[in-house]
Each structure stands twice: as C-alpha cells, then as structure tokens.
C-alpha cells in the first residue's frame, strides 16, 4: 500500500513536475503535492507542512540556493532535493554544502524514490535524536526541581505520644497511621535509628514516605522523645519506574542508530567501489582519446591551423579530463587502503624539473614565468609517479592562480634531514579564514568563484593524501591579494 507523503515541488515546467511526481508514485509513495513556481508562493507553501520539498536548481525567480536559505530560517529540518537538467560537479558540491539532502539530475529520477527515503530516514533519526535529548533535559529537570523544592515532614513526639515539634506537612499526614509504630524500637530497645519506608494517606491519597526514627535524648542521655523526618518520595518512586522506561527506549533507540550507522558505513563503502569502477572505466577511453588526439596533431603540422588549434583543445581537455579521473581513482585507492607504493630513491630536483617542462606551454599562455631554485639533488624514498603528480597539481594551481606577468617559483632544501620544496606564486592568494579548509576533498576559496577559475577541489586533497602517505606534511601560507606558498616536507633519504 503506498505511503502517504506531503510533498512540496517547486518547478516551474509542468512536464518536468508531473516526471517527478511519477517517480515518487513508482517509489511507492501516494504523494499530495503543492507545485510552485515563485518564491512567495514556497514561501506561503511551507505553511502546510510539507514532509519534503523537490526543488529545480533554477526558477524564474528563485533558485535551488534561494530555497534553502529561506529553508535555513523557517525550517531547518526539512530535507531539500535539488533536481536539474544539467549538473557541473561545481554546482552539485555547493547545493549539498548548503545543506540540500541530494542532488538529481532530470534524466536519472530513478534515483528519487531512494533519495528521499534516505531523506526522510535521516530526518527521522535527527528527530528521535533531538526527542530523546528533550526526554532527558526534562528527567534532569524534574530531578532538580525534585532537589531544590522537597520539604520534609518533620516532628518531635514525646514517648506517649503527644507532639511537641511538627511542620504543616507532617500535621496533613492522615491520623488513621499511628505516627509512632515505627518509633517502637526506639521506645523499647533503645534502637539508634530507625529507617523505612511508610505509607500515608494526604488528601485521599496514599503516599510513600522514607521515614527516619532517631531518639531524642536529655541532658541525663535518657531518651525522652523520638525525632521524625519523612521525606515524601512517592514522586521520586514515579520517576524511578519512567526512567527505567526511558532507559530501554534510548537503548532500542540506540540500537536503531547503530543499525543506521552501519547503513550509511555500507553506503559510503559502496560508494568509493563505484568511484573506483567508473574512474577506471574512463581512464581507458580518455587515454585512447589523448593517444589519438596526438597522432592528429602531428600529422596536422604545418597544415590547417584551425584543425590543429580544435585538436589542441580536444587534447587539453581530455587531458583535464583523465586528470580529474586519476585524482578520484588515487583518493579512492586511499579510502580503500588498496593503494600500492613502490618506493625507490626519487630526486625532487629532477621531478620538480620535468614538472616545469611538462606545464611550460600552459604557462606561456597564460604569461606566467617559471624558475626553478635548488642547492642540488633533493633525495627522497618514494614512489615517483605518486611524487610526480604532487608537483604537478601544485605547479598547475600556482599558474592558474597567478595575473599575467606573475612568477611562480619552486625552491627547494634540505632543512634538518628533511627536504623541503615551496612553490611559491605571486597570484590571488587566500583569505586567512579559508586556510584550514584548503585541503579538504571539494573545497574551493571564495576567490576561486569571484574569478571563475575552474577547478574541482580535489588537487589539494590529493597532494596531502601523498603527502601524508609518504610520512611527509604540507601547509600553505597565503595572503590575499599577494600570493601563497605551499610548503611540502619529505624524510631525506640519508
């Protein structure tokens, strides 16, 4: 039987609403949409409290950002689904860092019907979450109230009985319960202290007290009255009992969360195993594309400048291309643990010069002038292609970053049994604030979108990921608007 939904869709064609409607119904959902095209009227929809909002990345006046920061004030907890008709990795990186729960593209809604299982799923946990966490603030704060405002009920009777000493509590405390049963001992035996719990009637009530029986002594230390405190714990009794119920709800609930943890293990499992399927099944055709390309380009020598010059482009792309799918396959060899090493001596000096030759033709393009600065060889145990490409993505990023008549200068030193290379541009550089986020998988600088550089985030995650592997540590100096210095620290090979 289909579950029922509440289900806001903001989309201003149609056909493409009633395509995502389709799939939700497919998914097994009886969905009752509101469809809207504007900003005011989601705004004025989520008044009937849509369980989940499917939202087009782009709407005449509104877009997926827009929504989620009207989201953000108005309901935090209720889960967004960007949905476009195209999607650059850029774009979809920012939408979930906005806080969308997914991001579809229009010709794989198949995937809806999980998405927002996922999505309500989460939701759900964040609730109980934050129920649970609600249960237990009120438990403390019955517990305290429990603590600062109990009164006892106290008196002190001599031994036949009469009262010499009461408060107004004890004095409501039924007369049909002998107030000294319970002192007998005392009276007889001479006991020291009596302690128990009893029952008494206020108000119709039956109530459970804890009462202590102490003897009250006169100068000759001859008893001749007997103290009672009574601490009315028949509240405190409830609690007991709720608290133990709590108990094993939080602990059902925790076992739930654990359930749901191991899911989202598993899903995180399979998602690197597919980043690496897909990684490699693009490396091959894009190295072929490359192959071709260049054989193109050679026999077009000296003819055609325009085909030569679109030959180029398709060559430079595929190769940002095959790039960008090394950096996904070498992060997810990473996450994996499957990621091989063959350590051999490595010259920093000559890789860092075979860098430079290689992004020589970028940068004079881009008028951008490279040197090199060494002492000599720069001796390291490591694995060279791994090394390589360290240099490379740095290189690359210190000539994209960088005006026209910059320098990009790589020095490198040993400094107490390590080697040391900087690469150091004259370029945008970064605000203090961004630097500790810089080597973060996806993360890209605020400058980065003022100046609409391209890139994909992953560069800086790769080089400390090498880094890191090689027993080495990276950081970057940077000030904006004047440059930045990424410093790279390898174990000398001695």
Excluded: W
């Excluded at 509104?62 to 960007?82: C, E, F, G, H, N």
């Excluded at 927002?116 to 237990?136: G, N, P, S, T």
């Excluded at 202290?193 to 039956?206: K, M, N, P």
């Excluded at 090493?341 to 393009?365: I, K, N, Y």
């Amino acid at each position: 039987m289909p579950t029922p939904l509440r289900l806001l869709v903001a989309e201003d064609f149609p056909p493409d609403a009633e395509l995502i409607l389709t799939e939700v119904r497919r998914a097994g959902y009886d969905p009752v949409a509101t469809v809207v095209d504007t900003a005011g009227k989601f705004l004025r929809a989520l008044d009937d409290e849509p369980e989940i909002v499917i939202c087009d990345y782009t709407l005449p006046t509104m877009t997926a950002p827009d929504a989620l920061a009207i989201l953000q004030s108005k309901q935090p907890d209720l889960p967004l689904i960007v949905v476009s008709g195209t999607m650059d990795e850029a774009t979809c990186v920012n939408s979930l860092r906005l806080g969308a729960a997914d991001y579809l593209l229009k010709d794989r809604l198949s995937r809806l019907g999980p998405a927002i299982d996922h999505a309500l799923a989460r939701r759900e946990l964040d609730r109980v979450a934050r129920l649970a966490e609600q249960r237990r603030d009120e438990t403390m704060n019955i517990l305290l109230g429990l603590v600062e405002n109990s009164v006892a009920a106290i008196s002190v009777q001599n031994l036949s009985g009469r009262t010499l000493v009461s408060n107004d509590l004890y004095n409501q405390l039924s007369t049909d319960h002998p107030p000294l049963a319970s002192a007998a001992p005392i009276r007889t035996a001479g006991a020291e202290v009596v302690q128990r719990q009893e029952l008494f009637t206020i108000d119709g009530e039956q109530r459970t007290f804890h009462a202590v029986r102490y003897p009250v002594r006169d100068g000759t230390d001859t008893v001749f009255a007997v103290g009672s405190i009574l601490v009315d714990i028949t509240g405190q009794k409830k609690i007991e009992s709720d608290l133990r119920a709590a108990r094993v709800e939080l602990e059902a609930r925790n076992e739930q969360l654990d359930r749901a943890n191991s899911e989202l293990r598993e899903v995180d499992r399979l998602k690197t195993e597919f980043v690496a399927s897909v990684s490699h099944e693009l490396r091959t055709p894009l190295t072929s594309i490359r192959g071709y390309a260049e054989l193109l380009i050679d026999e077009a020598d000296g003819a055609d400048s325009q085909s030569a010059k679109m030959l180029d482009i398709i060559d430079r792309n595929a190769r940002r291309l095959l790039n960008l799918v090394e950096d996904l396959l070498l992060l997810s060899k990473i996450d994996s643990r499957k990621l091989t090493h063959e350590f051999v001596e490595v010259d920093l000096a000559d890789l860092a010069e075979g860098a430079m030759l290689v992004l020589r033709p970028s940068a004079e393009t881009a008028k951008v002038s490279l040197s090199l600065d060494t002492s000599g060889e720069l001796p390291v145990l490591g694995d060279r292609s791994q090394l390589e490409r360290v240099l490379l993505n740095l290189l690359s990023n210190a000539v994209k970053f960088s005006d026209q008549g910059g320098e990009v200068v790589i020095r490198g030193t040993v400094e107490d049994r390590e080697v040391v290379v900087r690469v150091i541009d004259q370029g945008l550089g970064v605000a203090a604030d961004e630097l500790p986020k810089l080597f973060n998988r996806f993360f890209r600088s605020a400058s980065d979108a003022a100046h609409k550089i391209p890139g994909t985030g992953l560069g800086l995650a790769v080089v400390r990921e090498i880094v890191e592997n090689h027993g080495g540590s990276v950081t970057m100096d940077s000030v904006l608007g004047e440059g930045s210095t990424v410093t790279v620290r390898l174990p000398l090979r001695t």
